[in-house]
T-cell receptor, first 114, second 121 residues
Framework: NAGVTQTPKFRVLKTGQSMTLLCAQD?????MYWYRQDPGMGLRLIHY???????AKGEVPDGYNVSRLKKQNFLLGLESAAPSQTSVYFC?????????????FGNGTRLTVT | DQQVKQNSPSLSVQEGRISILNCDYT??????FLWYKKYPAEGPTFLIS?????DKNEDGRFTVFLNKSAKHLSLHIVPSQPGDSAVYFC????????????????????FGTGTRLTIIP
């Protein structure tokens, strides 16, 4: 049972380059999320989705776009990377949006923007 | 403004002893609290949670205590084992209109900055 899979695991970008992070879950979860983790900041929600074809903004959405074309996939895009986007990115999914439905996280993507 | 604070970045505890991880919050509307555990190179995994209608929740070696008047929660691990060495995040959410069931919550989670627990054999 793979759970939540993120690709790639590592990436280095130059300022201004674009890239897409892929998240796939095999638990048939309706809800998916993208977080970033920075030192001294905890996990912060970038965007989330409440179902196929839907997306919504989280706490720190600027500079990112997302798409949920298929229920099992949630893509995070950086159109023009900036050094401030250097971070570890985590994708998560949950059965319900209610907070008593635990988040299942992927293993993260470490992104460095130079 | 960090609404959920874990003031101890790290903690070392002898194997077999009790580990106590602390978390303070400032938003009095928070009414649901969770702890996640994270190993290196892995994503966080859910550990235990507590609703504000309770002051204690226990699951095996893990117990979470909530002190609403002090806006403080703590995670107790006893006895501590080497496999408990990890980073622990507390998280909180607020639901205006409780106790009526509402279908939201996870998108409102606020995480703390984490405490790295090291269990010394």
């Amino acid at each position: 049972n793979a759970g939540v899979t993120q690709t790639p695991k590592f990436r280095v970008l130059k300022t201004g380059q674009s890239m897409t992070l892929l998240c796939a879950q095999d638990m048939n979860h309706e809800y998916m999320y993208w977080y970033r983790q920075d030192p001294g900041m905890g996990l912060r929600l970038i965007h989330y989705s409440v179902g196929e074809g839907t997306t919504a903004k989280g706490e720190v959405p600027d500079g990112y776009n997302v798409s949920r074309l298929k229920k099992q996939n949630f893509l995070l895009g950086l159109e023009s990377a900036a050094p401030s986007q250097t971070s570890v990115y985590f994708c998560a999914s949950s059965y319900s949006l209610r907070d008593n439905s635990p988040l299942h996280f992927g293993n993260g993507t470490r992104l460095t923007v130079t | 403004d960090q609404q959920v604070k874990q003031n101890s970045p790290s903690l070392s505890v002898q194997e077999g002893r009790i580990s106590i991880l602390n978390c303070d919050y400032t938003n009095s509307m928070f009414d649901y609290f969770l702890w996640y555990k994270k190993y290196p190179a892995e994503g966080p995994t859910f550990l235990i949670s507590i609703s504000s209608i309770k002051d204690k929740n226990e699951d095996g070696r893990f117990t979470v205590f909530l002190n609403k008047s002090a806006k403080h929660l703590s995670l107790h691990i006893v006895p501590s084992q080497p496999g408990d060495s990890a980073v622990y995040f507390c998280a909180a959410s607020a639901h205006p209109g409780r106790p009526n069931p509402v279908n939201f919550g996870n998108e409102k989670l606020t995480f703390g900055t984490g405490t790295r627990l090291t269990i010394i054999p």
